[in-house]
């Protein structure tokens, strides 16, 4: 049971860039969240999905994509990445957003120049 | 749409003093709450919730939150904290109405020897 996994660990992109970032989970959880961590921001929510084809955005959704095919899998896309994306980035899953708890992954800490 | 303040940005307390981390929400319903944990590096881990039912919640490594609907407050306490304890503290919001789970900026706890 590996719980949530996120690759890469760490990424490096230029502005305009593109990337997907990963994230999984074997819990069979239907919610499943994408979290930016900025200094003095706290964690904001990006975008979340309450289980496979569905998705919604969350406080700061401009410039990321994402989409829910499997209950598994839930990859952030960056269509044109730009400095301001800069972020560490947390992905989430829980059996239920009422009341359940999220379980994080380790993060990916995403740099672009 | 919902939000948490968590008023104090750092918070620096001796080892074996007591602690109280402030948590403020806004939420149109009754509440769901949370607070998470992160040490340095690493990703958040769940300290205790908030569903429904006694106000006075327990968690793990001896944390205890209070709810006062009254107050829209979830306040984080420990009655004598260890150098462990430093870390980052977040407290975070949901509910039935809105499938969004939102955070606070967070809490650096520091730890005086």
């Known amino acids: 049971n590996a719980g949530v996994t996120q690759t890469p660990k760490f990424q490096v992109l230029k502005t305009g860039q593109s990337m997907t970032l990963q994230c999984a989970q074997d819990?069979?959880?239907?919610?499943m969240s994408w979290y930016r961590q900025d200094p003095g921001m706290g964690l904001r929510l990006i975008h979340y999905?309450?289980?496979?084809?569905?998705?919604d955005q969350g406080e700061v959704p401009n410039g990321y994509n994402v989409s829910r095919s499997t209950t598994e899998d839930f990859p952030l896309r960056l269509l044109s990445a730009a400095p301001s994306q800069t972020s560490v980035y947390f992905c989430?899953?829980?059996?239920?957003?009422?009341?359940?708890?999220?379980?994080f992954g380790p993060g990916t800490r995403l740099t672009v120049l | 749409a919902q939000s948490v303040t968590q008023p104090d940005i750092h918070i620096t307390v001796s080892e074996g003093a007591s602690l109280e981390l402030r948590c403020n929400y806004s939420y149109g319903a009754t509440p769901y709450l949370f607070w998470y944990v992160q040490s340095p590096g690493q990703g958040l881990q769940l300290l205790l919730k908030?569903?429904?039912?006694?106000?006075l919640v327990q968690g793990i490594k001896g944390f205890e939150a209070e709810f006062k609907r009254s107050q829209s407050s979830f306040n984080l306490r420990k009655p004598s904290v260890h150098w462990s304890d430093a870390a980052e503290y977040f407290c975070?919001?949901?509910?039935?109405?809105?499938?969004?789970?939102?955070f606070g900026k967070g809490t650096r706890l520091h730890i005086l020897p």
């Open positions: 819990m069979n959880h239907e919610y």
């Open positions: 999905s309450v289980g496979a084809g569905i998705t």
């Open positions: 989430a899953s829980s059996y239920s957003s009422i009341g359940g708890e999220q379980f």
């Open positions: 908030y569903f429904s039912g006694d106000t």
């Open positions: 975070a919001v949901g509910g039935w109405r809105d499938d969004k789970i939102i």
